[in-house]
């Protein structure tokens, strides 16, 4: 069974930067393609950043130019680096690997971790 433990979140203030970190395990993790997705209190879990097994990244509006999402297939890992961080990023942020039809491949999310932003 498929293992997502996310981690690297905390408090910080805007403007200042976090690095997310997702291990996977019980996965073939490097032929799948990885997002990062995040749900704000009240409202839908979104994907914020996704790459391929190749290596190709795809970016949400709201974090474009902010956020970079990066993978080693060695460790089975997925990182999320997100700077410039603002209040509205503030989110439980989740990993898993995203398909073609817009669903994500492992029904059993990980505990997420939490991202505040705030002065």
């Known amino acids: 069974q498929v293992q997502l433990v996310e981690s690297g979140g905390g408090l910080v203030q805007p403007g200042r930067s976090l690095r997310l970190s997702c291990s996977v395990s019980g996965s073939n993790f490097p032929i799948y393609a990885m997002a990062w997705y995040r749900q704000a209190p009240g409202k839908q879990r979104d994907m914020v950043a996704a790459?391929?097994?190749?290596?190709?990244?795809v970016y949400a509006d709201s974090v474009k130019g902010r956020f970079t999402i990066s993978r080693d297939n060695a460790k089975e890992t997925v990182d999320l680096q997100m700077s410039s961080l603002k209040p509205e990023d503030t989110a439980v942020y989740y990993c898993?690997?995203?398909?073609?039809?817009?669903?994500?491949?492992?029904?059993?999310w990980g505990q997420g971790t939490q991202v505040t932003v705030s002065s």
């Open positions: 898993n690997a995203p398909t073609s039809t817009g669903g994500v491949r492992w029904g059993s």
């Open positions: 790459i391929t097994s190749g290596g190709n990244t």
